[in-house]
């Protein structure tokens, strides 16, 4: 046995997080963690890493008792930990990031040159070819997160430890993710892998262990154990269904609330066009560099457009800043959601209205009263799992950061609501509540424009979808014509013909 974790408790200010809660893990083997949002698995790995004291509980690695002071004596330990919340240096370089606390050393000083090399090398592993010297802040949330990732395997670690590192990688860096986890195997290496897409659990994991509510509550095989008992374990109920289809399958036109002709930017986006009905869930796939992302930035005026036209309740609009579009009515929830926007001293309640408290206020005091309804209502409808709306959002499990994130620009009531993968780190349980409320907001007059890679999501909830290929929109499919055969189809069309 290489890690042992028994009867592991843990309590935050007489809130009891973790109880007798266990993992355990032999060498070479890739282990799933799962559970809901909130059930406790980065804290238990947490506990594990020396970066919180447990309550109480044993801990054996390499057969001996650990009882790591810091997180920096588990990493001497040979435990390398990718967390949750990227904790890198956002203004120093890829390199430096890379090797902190470690950096190659010539008469006592840092060897920038050999540190560089060596950087370009680890990142060469993960087919990344960037420059190492740039801030790290120059680079998006996915290589963000593969040097993380690079970054934890080169410490010599007899464990490596990645919670939900795939939550911002594409496909394509998922496979290269998984080749490293293989080569790790390969050395001898053990792997805990937490993530909320079980496809991905039961593409690399060799067994489960699934926590809830704190506690550990099975651990077996992978191969015996189907995705309903593992979600029924998990929940400890049946999953609630989608239990709204798409609003609008009867194909009678609606009122359009947006038009988007021909847009072009650059070479990422060539021409689009879509149009969004009020009401209506627009849904918009594409493979990898498709351009979704850019398209929406586009109408939101996060980007100038080079060419074409966005009409807004038949007015054109020409939003050159973000607050422009705020102020029209629309919303913009990014799927950089971890890194962007959370206040992290600020409680529950200060994040969900931030944006709100100019509407909130009367001769410049805030109305409590409406305040809190608001941020009762939110909690409810997303099952936001928090002592209380007084908690620092920090303290929230990860995917309750996000929810938060999601009622901030719900409660502003906006017209138009843009939401680039609205699932992405939500457990499979609240997965199903937050699209079926998504749904029910569209059916009393929101219009939503959704980017989901999850094609079972779009096809749960979208009135439409817009398809889109090399910068162009290539397939407009109607809630009838939607399954996935015709959307994979549509999405490989295009690039197939370029290339
Ligand atoms: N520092 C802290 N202070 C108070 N409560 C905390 C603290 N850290 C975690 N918690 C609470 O512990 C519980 C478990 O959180 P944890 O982050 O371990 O969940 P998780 O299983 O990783 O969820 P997710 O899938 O959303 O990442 C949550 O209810 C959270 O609010
Ligand atoms: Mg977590």
Known sequence: MLLSMTAIDKSFGGVRVLTEASLEIEPAEVMALIGQNGAGKSTLIKILTGAYFRDNGDITFEGKQANFQSTAESQTAGIATIYQEINLAQHRSVA???????????????????????????????????????????????????????????????LVIMDEPTSSLDEREVAVLFE???ALKADGVATVFISHRLDELYAICDRITVMRDGRTVAATAMKDISKVELVRTM??????????????????????????????AGLRVRDVSLSIGKGEIAGLAGLLGSGRTETARLIYGIDRRDGGTVLVAGKA???????????????????????????PDMSVRENMTLAILPRLQKSGIVDRAAQKAIVDKYIKALGIKCASPEQPIRELSGGNQQKVLLARWLCMNPRLLIID?????????????ILNLLRSLADDGLSVLMISSELEELIAVADHVTVLSDGRSVAHLSADELSEDRLMTAMAHQSKAVA
């Open 96 to 158: 430096e990031n890379i090797f902190l606390g470690r950096e190659p050393k010539k008469f006592c000083l840092v060897d920038r040159n050999k540190m560089c090399a060596d950087a370009r090398a680890v990142l060469t592993r993960f087919k990344l070819d960037i420059d190492v010297e740039r801030p790290l802040e120059d680079f998006g949330a996915a290589t963000r997160q593969m040097v993380a990732i690079a970054r934890g395997v080169t410490q010599n670690a007899r």
């Open 180 to 182: 490293t986890i293989h």
């Open 235 to 264: 929940l400890g109920k049946e999953l609630t269904a989608f239990t709204a289809g798409a609003g609008n399958r009867s194909g009678n036109p609606r009122e359009t609330l947006v038009e988007a002709k021909n847009l072009s």
């Open 317 to 343: 609009t020409a939003y050159n800043e973000p607050v422009d579009a705020i102020a029209a009515g629309c919303g913009f929830v990014s799927e950089d959601r971890k890194v962007e926007g959370i206040v």
């Open 421 to 433: 993968e609205p699932t992405r780190g939500i457990d499979v349980g609240a997965k199903a509540e």
